[in-house]
């Protein structure tokens, strides 16, 4: 499975920006999805997981109620919708693909494919 994400950006603290990634490669709908974020000098650290089907997330703490995931298994997209973003939010994140369909893991070891990443900066 090869990652492509996009949608990074400059935007304004209370902005919003939507975050896509695609995906090639066969049987898209048997990965969980997750969305990892890594800020300067930080670890990376978990954003937020779908499953196979779409019927089941995980969020982080920092992302519930801001953010939202979901995936259209048809076009093999999968999307991180993000409002009210802070200041802190910025990063680079990064999409995975978890080969466990079932597992929403929020460990970034638990995890076979990744994506280049993309910037997405909050400016206050």
């Known amino acids: 499975v090869q990652l492509q994400a996009s949608g990074g950006g400059l935007v304004q603290a209370g902005g919003s920006l939507r975050l896509s990634c695609g995906a090639s490669?066969?049987?898209?709908?048997?990965?969980?999805m997750g969305w990892f974020r890594q800020a300067p000098g930080k670890e990376r650290e978990f954003v937020a997981a779908i499953s196979g089907s779409g019927g089941r997330t995980n969020y982080a703490d920092s992302a519930k109620a801001r953010f939202t995931i979901s995936r259209d298994n048809a076009q093999k997209l999968v999307y991180l919708q993000m409002i009210s973003l802070k200041a802190e939010d910025t990063a680079v994140y990064y999409c995975a693909a978890d080969r466990d369909y079932m597992r929403l893991a929020s460990r970034s070891d638990e995890y076979d494919y990744w994506g280049q990443g993309t910037q997405v900066t909050v400016s206050s």
């Open positions: 490669g066969r049987a898209f709908s048997t990965y969980t």
